[in-house]
């Protein structure tokens, strides 16, 4: 028997499942035994209901600086200029 | 020393460290070669878009560590990445063969994989980066555009504002992180509303404001489909915009024939056939 993560996993690797109508997603026998709170989440299209199952964090997805030319270099003096002594590259934004 | 994680020998045991990316969707994503480097690994750390995911990624080694504790409220970014980036290199100079999984691609908007990776060389550790399905390799798929066609400019929002870019509307133009625009830290998220209206004043110099404009966001969860909603450029900055949604600007200018290029190569055509 699959669990939740198991499913979701099986789900993302089958092109059958994977864009499936919910109605005949929970219907698939894949799904016979899945948790209520995984057949509310495909019902509803989005993964709020897993939250009964695995509890729910808040995960930021930034991981860049959004001041570009400040903070990604060395702290500099109050007042200096934020602008980049180089051209920024990818790695930099 | 050389950069390849995989010519490290059993005689000499060092620290390497492989940036990998898991991709946007649980389950669809993942590349044969980045679940081996996190088997492998003595050490994985992770920095994903979804605690499912990373509960996920916890199936696949004992030793998951995720990097989303070292965000604080009002702490800025830069101290979290190099936070990341101090705590992997840790390991890697303990002799741990480390794994450092992101979502999406690696390398795309992010910036502590690049920086570990040059650290990690510079004291002559193996370093490598795997790509990743990115939320741009989404895009093209879920919207239907194609970057060849008409070209595509990304931006990442707030360096709009920062730098003079030149946005080119004769092509596609994505620009990304629009709800966290002038965001510096975590302390706000995602309601930058006087941000938004100097973005879109920014804006409105290359684009009409009944322009319609494409939001967009990738499903993280095989469950879930992508989100996609358009709306016109005016109502940009009172939108509800979340941190993982794109904005995608079309063409909104023709494109124009560079004739003095194109007289050029026909006369080296004809050079060639003479």
């Known amino acids: 028997m699959l669990d939740t993560l198991d499913t979701l996993e099986a789900i993302g690797q089958d092109a059958g499942l994977r864009y499936a109508a919910p109605e005949d997603l929970t219907e698939a026998s894949a799904l016979a035994e899945a948790s209520d709170a995984l057949k509310t989440a495909i019902r509803e299209g989005n993964g709020l209901a897993l939250a009964n199952e695995f509890g729910s964090r808040v995960m930021q997805l930034v991981q860049v600086n959004l001041s570009p030319g400040r903070e990604d270099e060395e702290p500099e003096e109050e007042g200096d200029e934020p602008e980049p002594s180089r051209p920024t590259g990818p790695d930099s934004l | ?274």
């Open chain 2, 1 to 274: 020393m050389t950069s390849s994680v995989n010519s490290i020998t059993a005689e000499t045991p060092r620290g390497s460290i492989a940036c990998v990316g898991v991709g946007m969707t649980l389950g669809s994503h993942l590349t044969p070669l980045a679940r081996s480097h996190i088997q492998q690994a003595d050490v994985v750390f992770a920095a994903v878009s979804d605690n499912v995911v990373e509960m996920w990624l916890e199936r696949m080694h004992p030793d998951v560590r995720s990097l989303q504790p070292y965000y604080g409220e009002g702490k800025p970014r830069m101290v979290t990445y190099r936070e990341w980036v101090e705590v992997m290199m840790t390991e890697v100079r303990a002799g741990k063969r480390v794994c450092a999984v992101f979502y999406g691609h690696p390398g795309i908007f992010a910036w502590s994989p690049h920086k570990v990776i040059e650290v990690a060389r510079a004291e002559g550790f193996a370093a490598r980066m795997e790509p990743g399905i990115s939320a741009e390799d989404c895009l093209y798929a879920d919207l239907g555009i194609d970057p060849g066609k008409f070209g595509c400019q990304h931006l990442e929002a707030s360096q709009l504002l920062y730098y003079d870019h030149e946005i080119d509307p004769t092509g596609y133009v994505v620009l990304w992180q629009v709800g966290m625009v002038g965001n510096r830290s975590i302390a706000r998220d995602g309601h930058g509303g006087g941000h938004r209206e100097l973005l879109l004043e920014r804006l409105t110099q290359d684009y009409p404001l009944d322009l319609e404009v494409t939001i967009y966001r990738c499903a993280t969860l095989p469950i879930e489909q992508p989100r996609i909603r358009r709306l016109t450029l005016q109502e940009l900055p009172h939108a509800e915009i979340s941190a993982e949604e794109t904005v995608v600007f079309p063409p909104a200018k023709p494109l124009k024939r560079n004739r003095r290029f194109i007289e050029r190569l026909a006369a080296l055509d004809n050079e060639q056939v003479a």
